[in-house]
């Protein structure tokens, strides 16, 4: 699947990239039968200079417009795949830690808090601003009380998250 969406990826931006560069090709060769043309007819040097100036006006202006569909592409991709590394990375993992915690009733609070901060501290830049201000008080003060929070905030960012991602597909 990965190496699928990669292919197709590289084709447009190979289309993004080939279409100016056949384009230029193309307007270049019509400027060389042109000035052949113009020479053939008398005319002056400088309605030929007038000519190739505004051709190449317009190969500069297609080739832009390539060049910002290839890097707006580019950034929409590199925000695709940071919210999945976020998704996947942080958020998932830590929700069914959660949920694990909730169904072993037998392991004491204090060692599941201990190995939720020893899992996922190294996750923490990943996660919303606003769910690492409440993890931050929980890892600083070992606070129990904003376990709530905590849960609530990792749905909240789910689904935010899940949102932007499909919006950006």
Known sequence: MC?????????????C???????????????ILFERFVLWLGFETQMLSVAVTFALLVITFLYTQATVGIVTE???????????????NFY????????????DDDKPLDDFAFELMDSFSKY???????????WEGFVEQFDMDLYPNIEK?????????????????
Not at 92 to 103: G, H, M, S, V
């Open 153 to 169: 905030q990792i749905e909240e960012d789910i689904k935010k998250y899940e949102r932007e991602l499909k919006d950006l597909r």
């Open 3 to 15: 190496k699928k969406y990669i292919g197709l990826r590289l084709k447009e931006m190979c289309g």
């Open 17 to 31: 990239f080939i279409l100016p560069v056949v384009l230029t090709v193309l307007v270049l060769m019509l400027c």
């Open 124 to 134: 923490i830049y990943l996660a919303s601003d606003e769910f690492a201000s409440i």
């Open 92 to 103: 998932y993992p830590l929700k069914l830690r959660l949920i694990y915690f909730e169904r």
């Open 74 to 88: 580019a950034k929409k991709d590199r925000q695709i795949r940071f919210i999945e590394k976020r998704l996947e």
